[in-house]
Each structure stands twice: as structure tokens, then as C-alpha cells.
């Protein structure tokens, strides 16, 4: 079992900037490539990134390219997002996952753990 618990979400205005946290515990943080997915009310759930087991390989949902990136630290257990030039369709609810595949698995069905999500809020 992997337990993972996301921070940072918050409101921010059009332009800025937010760093999302995901601390996992239990099973080796190491085994797992981990990703981010976001949540819009009436949306289906939307792959944002996802990074290997190492912090070397990245994969990257188009509409985040070239703002977003995503980081691990294997010692602190934890990885991040960190967002800028955000936009109000970036408004979401942010989850972290597991997943035992690969980085560049898309689908969120192929993700074994899930954090509980934290709001992310863009004002025009």
C-alpha cells in the first residue's frame, strides 16, 4: 500500500504561479513512477505529467507543456508540480497517483494509488 497526501493547491491570479506536494509513505516511493491528473467540475479526469522512477523521464499533457514540471525527490518520498503562467482553465482539483507502468502511461486506470487532491484556483 502507498499512501500519498498532495499540499500547495490554493488560488492564484491569471499569470502566477503555485507548487504542488504529494508525500507518499509505505511501499517503496522508488518502485513507482508517480503522476499528476487534474479534475475539472463536469470534466473527465485529465493527465497533467507523470516522471519515471528515477526523476529522469518526463511525459507531459499538451495543455501543460512548457508551463508545468514535474520533480521527485525519492529521498524525501515526495514529488511536485510546479506551475506557471497559469490560466483559468487550469482551475481543478489536482491528485497525485502511483502507478507500477511506465511514466508514460496516460491512462488513469493503470494508476494503483491515489491522494485526495488538493483545489487549484485560477482567477481572470
Known amino acids: 500500500q502507498v499512501q500519498l497526501v498532495e499540499s500547495g493547491g490554493g488560488l492564484v491570479q491569471t499569470g ?3 507548487r504542488l506536494s504529494c508525500v507518499a509513505s509505505g ?3 522508488e518502485s513507482y513512477a508517480m503522476g499528476w491528473f487534474r479534475q475539472a467540475p463536469g470534466k ?5 505529467a507523470a516522471i519515471g522512477r ?3 523521464s518526463r511525459n507531459y499533457g499538451d495543455s501543460v507543456k512548457g508551463r ?9 518520498n515526495t514529488v511536485y508540480l510546479e506551475m506557471n503562467s497559469l490560466k483559468p482553465e487550469d482551475t481543478a482539483v489536482y491528485s497525485c ?4 507502468t511506465s511514466y508514460r502511461n496516460t491512462n488513469p486506470r493503470e494508476y494503483d494509488y491515489w491522494g485526495q ?6 482567477s481572470s
Open 54 to 56: 528515477l526523476g529522469r
Open 68 to 76: 508545468f514540471t514535474i520533480s521527485r525527490d525519492n529521498a524525501k
Open 44 to 48: 473527465e479526469r485529465e493527465f497533467v
Open 97 to 100: 497517483a502511483a502507478t507500477g
Open 16 to 18: 502566477g504561479s503555485l
Open 117 to 122: 487532491g488538493t483545489q487549484v484556483t485560477v
Open 27 to 29: 511501499r517503496a516511493f
